[in-house]
């Protein structure tokens, strides 16, 4: 039998292959020591498929022939192992992919033997190996989703923008960056941040993880501190110092941007939203150990904006969207189906109107997405421009986050440079409704 990490791997990969589902966030839960093994395995596997099953195929001996996903999978995880994971012993990798390809509900067994073949042939010259794999066009890896996300990214900015690349070169350094796992980054919420987190220059209260420093999880399970992306800390930095007495955080789970909510306005009255039962349970426990006094609703927001007759100072509408900003920190990304986002959109408008409507006079209303494709960002914010031109664009973000700009400006448009900031490819802006 395989060891559990690598039948970890296994499952994400056919979670993801077969069924164009995300890998679940708890996939490596109780792999313990093995988890680090794990993560670089799926993470080989999932950022390079592409080539792992373009140098499969001459090898075939039908290449036309379609290959089940259990063979696809179990040779993915031996080659990806014994090219890029030199800490794996050659017996292991071919050994343990052999076996997976054995079993019933992740391999096909009729290919045991054509695993074993083309992995003991590989494992001979494991330099040569990772060599031919990289040698393969890196275009293999990114199915035309990854392209458009890409592509997205980089379009509001222009081609070559402030750089000397054309606009193919920035696409490929941009596919470039997302294909190195992200660094973390956290934020303290008490007391002294732990040893091997240091200040991030560029991000007032920002911390980041020093090389070769411990994962601080005791000091982020004690409630003490957090994870959160540098671009939610940026969008989070908005100027705003007009009086905010009652807030709405209209998409709250999993509760980080509730809780910079909270830091940034004390003693405002908080309602936070959240649809799904089981991440409304998960936000109340989470905003509870952190100290953050909020009521949690277990709602619609669309629904629940549409009946409400409250009035809110300032809103954010950190909505569900297709999450194309997040394809470094899920490289499955590129491959999953794709097929919600009429759905999305249609839902982030309805959103977005209704937070409109309960804007108190003078309040500010934050829409956010992680997402970098126009129809679920510019599209709406043109949109409401032409369906509520009572509400005034709000400058309320540095005009450059990833350059100094001259004079302190402000712009109403939240949208990082892609290949200039480290963090999550989101967008926003902001509304005001004068008073
Ligand atoms: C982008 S995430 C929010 C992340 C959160 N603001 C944070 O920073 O931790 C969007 C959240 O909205 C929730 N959601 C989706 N549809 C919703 C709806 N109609 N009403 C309320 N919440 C919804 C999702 O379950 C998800 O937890």
Known sequence: MPTPARLHVAHALHEVFGERARVPDIWDRDLGEDAHLAQALLGLCLRRWGRLQAWVKPRLKDPDRGVPLGTQVALAMGLAQLAWLPGVGDHAAVHEAVELAATRDLGFAPHKGLVNAILRRAAKDRPALAAELEALPAALDRPPAARRALEAALAPHGAGHGASLGVGDELEALWTRLQQPPRPAFRSLRGEAPDGLAPDPDLPGCLRLEEGAPFPRPWLESGAGMVQDRSSQALLAYAWDRPVARILDACAAPGGKTTTLALRHPGAALTALEVHPRRAARLRQTLQQRGVAAEVI?????????????????????????????????????????????????????????????????????????????????????????????????????????????GGALRAGFRPHPLRWEGEGFQGFAVARPR
């Open 298 to 406: 277990q709602a619609d927001a669309a629904e629940w904006l549409e009946t409400t007759e409250a009035a809110f100072d300032l809103i954010l509408l950190d909505a569900p969207c297709s999450g194309s900003g997040t394809l470094q920190k899920h490289p499955e990304w590129p491959w999953l189906a794709h097929d919600d986002l009429p759905r999305l959109t249609g839902l982030q408008r309805r959103l977005l109107a209704a937070a409109a409507e309960r804007l108190a006079p003078g309040g500010l209303l934050i829409y956010a997405v992680c997402s970098w494709l126009p129809e679920e960002g510019s599209a709406h914010r043109e949109w409401l421009a032409e369906a509520r031109p009572d509400l005034r664009p709000a400058e309320v973000w540095p005009a450059s986050l990833d350059a100094p700009a001259p």
